[in-house]
């Protein structure tokens, strides 16, 4: 009992200090100040900007960025589907997997360009290596991107005015050789120590203790598990992503990859406060997304690792915790802490079965996703909080009798205008949706897998999934249906590029504005007074957009239970 | 004038009351989209009213889709009521400041007598002792002392003359004494007065850049909302509960944001009210915004800091010179003196002055070449004067100018006084230290400033070292010595280039400029038309200080807005678990624990909440008018003390509001 959660907050304590020294390492990259990996990247992004024909010294406007960002994505887009609906005409294909379906092959792509990694389809029989390396590649990029998005608005607050937010390609190059790259190839050499397969060879036939001989799907896993977390894609290798036990063979590698989907979320926020030259900021910001996480993360460890009621009165032994869909190798106090994990920051993976989870722990999945701030996902994450960080300036602007300012700049009319579109998109998309597949039995009810509040759950959660980019399922659901592939398409695209439009675009305008230096009756923003304001505007939106919705699923699940 | 209207004088509640009712009309209810989707869902449920009364019986009784229908209505009426509330007492106030100026007889120039009303801009009249002035105008000819008592509520009389920066008469003061030509400065129903009172009456008032921000978030919130109960539609079918529309329609209106909603615009319009009780007439609710932020205030030393003129603080006798000679000597030299600066010598020296031997007493005028004063007694004279004059007169005698003065003079320059050296048949006395005399209380108000995060600084025409001294002791930030105009203008266009927001105060017509420039600029009401022109704000009382009110008057706003924005959403957690388990309760026993208040059934639940959130609008609405009190904390503590009270508040209050309320029900029915 106790050896769990020690491992549990070793994982967390481990992370937290290594991603203070990262972050500075991050802010020094897109600073373009000298780090000392230079002699190895530099040459390696001069390669890529001359074979493109970039200039990345060139300082564009938040519109500009914008709209190379968009673009390239959207050539993305239409790459990935040719690929994943051909596979079956292209080399690297040892099992014989088909093309997909036109339906399977967006959601996939879509899924995959924007680091949700929703996957409908089982990586064993439905995708060849060569489809397997597109969606790797893609995960490459789509952390880059993210994270280059984060770095326009880091760019917009460290000067006083200006109009410019850096170059897009040279954060994202940066993002991607520097710090996505470097650290992926850690991890997948520890992964592979730990025995995830490396390999181009197709299926591999072996004999189990029973006697019979089954067909075993390995691949080039280790590299593509590794970007999964580090770039918080959360894709798997295989169907059952980090609960197989090829992805995540011990506890070291689960160890290794908790790390590794955790450290650049944190390391952002701490990059943020180096960028800017306000450490004090991203100490609270920190804070505020600690205490979050931990409001989610312990209930659930505890909750997991005290077993289901129900089954305890089967008389079924729960001394291990509610151990249905976990793997003993990993526990139920680190499947139940990697559950809020993997759901506060968009990664997505599991090693353990969500939809099997508590009822209150699937509670607590669902709103970190809900909320969707707290570290979040590559870059985006704290783009999602920007946005809260303006509705909180905006209300304890006014508290403290003055027009609502952050850092130096008014917060006018034209930004609320944004944020509150942003901060209303997310519980639009979700809710839509679930509404949707709920009055449409034939499209939503049909494919669960559970009656009742749980079912609700089901539908609740994949839309929630799909609109926090995250990608992980209550997997009862059966989704690789048109309805599923086409409904969370749109919602996915939606929830990822207007929450990466809205901010750029309210740092943009904000940059733009005149510098107003602070005086006594300024809010100091780099406060824990603000910081707990921050947090209540979070929970209160949070609490206020999803309770009904809750009340259906999970709750009245968890009163029926108890 | 400075009576207060209360708010529950009955003519302004049967006022108030009936615009309740007209502005219900949707027309003027779009303006506010909070409460236009209420007015909506009221007009729903009166339909659900209507087929119930026709028969049908899945929506629950007649009486309570009637109880919730008129519910909602009185919570549109609440809202409509506190803004009616607000303008009807700001129009009582501007009523007031109206009535001063009845019709009056116009003495037109050419001998004619005209109404007031019929006074066009440009004509000119004339008034002469014991005429009340019949509109606002600037004195192109004489001077006349003028009661501005109807006005002001101040007794002293004024004077205003033509030419100088206090040639500006307001109409319905009346004049005490000589004669005046005055030119007309703006038609009838169109002074500031008006423009003001079209203000706050809402037909011309418009949003102002912080209540359109707020109303975003609201509208947000509102959508927020609307999107919830519309999906609940279909999860609730999903888990087969039926769900009537008076409590889909409840839930909505008590989740959207009423209480800040309704009372957005009294809140606007109170803060207008305020500065008019403060008799202040502002040109736009924005002025009244901006003076919230402003970081620097640009003071006039004379008025503001220091009483209007220089004292006499004590004598200093030259060497082998009694003092109570030189007392004697200088007092005398301003027996005739009518300047304050000499009655406050005369005063300090406490002597009998009068001439017992009846010798002829020829008092010499201050001129500005002598730039001395004094007294002939027979063949003994007395001057007092400016140190480089008095030096001269002394010299040219051919007598020595004692060192020890010098220093003593130096000395007194160097401690923000004034020095007057007194000499008698050109031998030196002494000297007569003048001080400014720093208002009392002053000091305490420049802390306060700045503890609000506020720069001062005074503008004076003194000499640096008189300016910095007396800077130090009033505790301001910052100075402008030997001030010309456009040193006004430069340093506020110097502070505005740092990003900072810069109010200032001024009469004369070569403020105007700096007044334009300034982000507040309130010009006083004697000052001249171009001043008023170019602020934004004219007060009444002419009182410098006023800038510190006006600061704190905008403050109170925002905060307001603040504070009642958090307690109204904070608000939406207790009446969520009011409603959610009165929704879900029948068809899912379960989730009995939900309901934390224990409220006696579904549809008393529903109720209690809505009635809740109905009577809060009338609750607050003394809040919203009177303001948020500022306390110049710090903005951190500020916020901490203000998220307690509003915040936390706002999240317990609904819990026993609603809890009580529900009793009350149980009870009754």
């Known amino acids: 009992m106790n050896t769990e959660i020690l491992g549990v907050l070793f994982m967390f304590l481990f992370t937290i200090a290594l991603g203070i020294p990262l972050g500075r390492y991050i802010a020094r990259v897109y600073l373009g100040e000298r780090t000392m990996f230079d002699r190895i990247f530099k040459p390696i992004d001069q390669f890529i900007y001359k074979l493109s024909g970039i200039d990345p010294m060139k300082e564009m406007t938040w519109k500009e960025n914008l709209t190379a960002l968009l673009t390239i994505n959207l050539f993305w887009l239409f790459l990935t589907m040719a690929v994943l609906m051909g596979q079956h005409l292209l080399p690297l294909n040892p099992d014989g997997n088909p093309g997909m379906s036109a339906d399977l092959a967006l959601n996939t792509a879509i899924s995959f360009v ?35 998005a984060a770095a326009m608005v880091f760019k917009a607050f460290r000067d006083k005015t200006t109009k410019t937010l850096g170059n897009f390609y040279q954060f994202f190059i940066k993002s991607c050789t520097r710090i996505l790259l470097p650290l992926s190839f850690i991890i997948a050499t520890i992964l592979i120590f730990q025995g995830t397969p490396m390999t181009f060879e197709g299926k591999d036939q072996m004999v189990t203790l029973a006697g019979d001989t089954v067909d075993v799907s390995r691949g080039p896993a280790a590299g593509f598990i590794a970007i999964k977390h580090v770039g918080t894609n959360g894709g798997g290798f295989f169907g059952v992503n ?3 036990p090829f992805e995540n063979p011990t506890f070291i590698s689960n160890i290794a990859e908790m790390f590794a989907q955790f450290v650049i979320p944190i390391a952002m926020v701490f990059a943020f406060g180096f960028y800017i030259r306000k450490r004090k900021f991203a100490y609270v910001v920190f804070a505020v997304m600690t205490v979050g996480f931990l409001c989610l993360a312990i209930p659930n460890v505890h909750m997991e690792m005290a077993g289901n009621p129900a089954i305890d009165r089967l008389g079924v032994n729960q001394d291990l915790g509610a151990m249905e869909g ?161 409904s969370t398409g749109i919602v996915l695209l939606f929830g990822r ?66 | 004038m400075k009576a207060q209207n209360s708010f529950f004088d009955p003519k302004l509640l049967n006022e ?120 606002d105008g600037e004195i192109i000819k004489g001077l006349a002392t003028i009661d501005e008592s109807a006005i002001t509520g101040e007794s002293a009389p004024v004077i205003r003359e033509a030419g100088g920066d206090k040639s500006s008469v307001t109409g319905g003061t009346k004049v005490l004494s000589d004669e005046i030509t005055v030119t007309v400065t703006a038609s009838a129903g169109e002074s500031f007065l008006d423009k003001m009172i079209a203000l706050v009456e809402g037909a011309k008032r418009q949003k102002t850049p912080n209540e359109i921000a707020l109303t975003i978030l609201l509208a947000g919130f509102t959508m927020v909302f609307i999107l919830v109960v519309v999906t609940l539609s279909p999860f609730a079918l999903y888990a087969k509960v039926g769900i009537s529309i008076a409590a889909f329609i409840s839930l909505f209106v008590c989740l959207v944001p009423t209480t800040i909603g309704g009372l957005l615009s009294a809140i606007g319009i109170a803060g207008m009210d305020r500065a008019l009780r403060a008799n202040v007439l502002t040109k ?40 109570e000679h030189l007392m004697k000597a200088a007092a005398l030299s301003s027996k005739y003196d009518e300047t304050p600066e000499g009655k406050s010598i005369v005063e300090l020296a406490g ?111 003194d000499n640096p070292l008189t300016a910095a001294f007396i800077a130090k002791t009033a505790g301001v930030d910052d100075f402008i010595a030997e001030a010309k105009p456009e040193d006004k203008m430069n340093y506020i266009r110097k502070e505005q280039q740092e990003g900072k927001l810069v109010a200032m105060m001024g009469d004369g017509t070569n403020d105007a400029p700096a007044l334009a420039q300034a982000d507040v600029g309130v010009a006083m009401n004697s000052g001249t038309q171009a001043a008023k022109e170019a602020g934004n704000m004219v007060d009444l009382d002419n009182d410098p200080t006023k800038l510190i009110e006006i ?61 809740f959130n109905a009577v809060l609008i009338p609750m607050l609405i003394p809040l919203a008018l009177r303001g948020v009190p500022y306390k110049p904390l710090g903005a951190s503590a500020l916020l901490r003390r203000n998220l307690f009270i509003y915040g936390f508040g706002g999240l317990l209050a609904p819990f026993i509001g609603i809890k009580l309320i529900d009793m009350a029900l149980a009870f009754i029915l």
């Open chain 2, 551 to 611: 600061v704190e008057i905008g403050k109170q706003l925002l905060m307001t807005r603040g504070t009642l924005t958090t307690f109204s959403i904070a608000n939406d957690v207790a009446k969520y678990f009011a409603i959610i388990p009165a929704l879900f309760i029948m068809a899912i026993p379960a989730l009995a624990p939900l309901n934390v208040m224990q409220l006696a059934s579904p549809e008393s639940a529903i109720l209690s909440a809505i009635i």
């Open chain 1, 242 to 244: 980090s609960n197989h």
């Open chain 1, 497 to 562: 590029f207007l929450p990466i439009i809205g901010p750029v675009a309210i740092a943009g305008i904000l940059a733009g504005k005149k510098y107003i230096p602070d005086s006594a009756g300024t809010l100091k923003t780099d406060t824990y007074t603000f910081g707990f304001m921050v947090l209540a505007v979070i929970a209160l939106v949070a609490a206020l957009s999803f309770f009904p919705a809750l009340t259906l699923g999970p709750i009245a699940e968890y009163f029926t239970l108890r």
């Open chain 1, 114 to 148: 924007v680091n949700c990694n929703l996957q409908h389809y089982s990586g064993e029989s439905g995708l060849s290596y060569i489809g397997q390396f597109m969606l790797m590649f893609l995960q490459f990029v789509s952390a880059g991107v993210g994270m280059a």
């Open chain 2, 16 to 135: 108030s009351i009936k615009q309740a009712f007209v502005k219900l009309h949707p027309k003027i209810m779009f303006r506010n989209p909070v409460m236009f989707t209420v007015e909506i869902a009221t007009v729903i449920m009166g339909v659900v009213c209507v087929l119930v009364l026709l028969g049908n019986t899945d929506q629950g009784s007649l009486g309570y889709n009637i109880s919730v229908f008129i519910i909602l209505l009185l919570t549109l009426l609440f809202a409509n009521f506190a803004e009616s509330l607000a303008e009807a007492r700001g129009k009582a106030q501007a009523d007031s400041l109206r009535k001063t100026r009845e019709e009056t007889p116009a003495k037109l120039q050419d001998g004619r007598v005209v109404a007031s009303s019929a006074l066009q801009k440009g004509d000119v009249f004339v008034c002469v002792a014991g005429d009340v002035i019949p509109t």
């Open chain 2, 284 to 323: 736009s609710g924005k002025a009244v915004e901006t003076a919230g932020d402003i970081d620097v205030l640009l003071l006039d030393k004379t008025g503001t800091i220091t009483i209007g003129n220089r004292k006499a603080t004590k004598f200093h006798a030259a060497p082998q010179v009694a003092h």
């Open chain 2, 351 to 461: 002597l009998n002055l009068t001439n017992p031997k009846e010798e002829a007493e020829i008092f010499i005028k201050f001129t500005a070449e002598t730039r001395c004063s004094g007294l002939d007694i027979g063949n003994v004279r007395i001057r007092k004067g400016a140190t480089d004059a008095i030096k001269k007169i002394v010299e040219d005698a051919g007598n020595p100018f004692p060192t020890e003065t010098l220093d003593t003079v130096q000395s007194i320059a160097a401690n923000g006084g004034t020095p007057l050296v007194v000499i008698e048949n050109e031998q030196v006395l002494g000297v007569v230290e003048l001080q400014d005399i720093i208002k009392p209380g002053i000091q305490e108000r420049f802390a306060r400033l700045r503890r609000m995060g506020i720069k001062t600084v005074m503008v004076t025409g």
């Open chain 1, 326 to 486: 976990k793997d003993i190798r990993i526990g139920s106090g680190a499947a139940g802490f990697w559950s809020i994990v993997t759901t506060v920051i968009s990664t997505g993976s599991v090693n353990s079965m969500h939809d099997s989870t508590m009822a209150l722990s699937g509670m607590n999945e669902m709103l970190a996703m809900m909320i969707n701030a707290f570290f979040g996902g590559c870059g985006v994450g704290i783009l999602n909080y920007f946005i809260f960080i303006i509705l909180a300036v905006f209300i304890s602007g006014l508290m403290v009798g003055r027009t609502p300012e952050f850092m130096g700049k008014k917060v006018e009319a034209k930004e609320m205008k944004i944020a509150m579109l942003i901060a209303f998109l997310h519980p639009f998309i979700i809710l839509t949706g679930t509404a949707l597949a709920a009055a449409f039995p034939g499209y939503g009810e049909a494919t669960l897998n559970n009656p009742g509040f749980h079912g609700f759950s089901e539908m609740l959660y994949e839309y929630t999934s799909a609109a926090a980019n995250n990608g992980s399922g209550f997997e009862g659901l059966g989704d690789n249906t048109p309805w599923w592939n086409i």
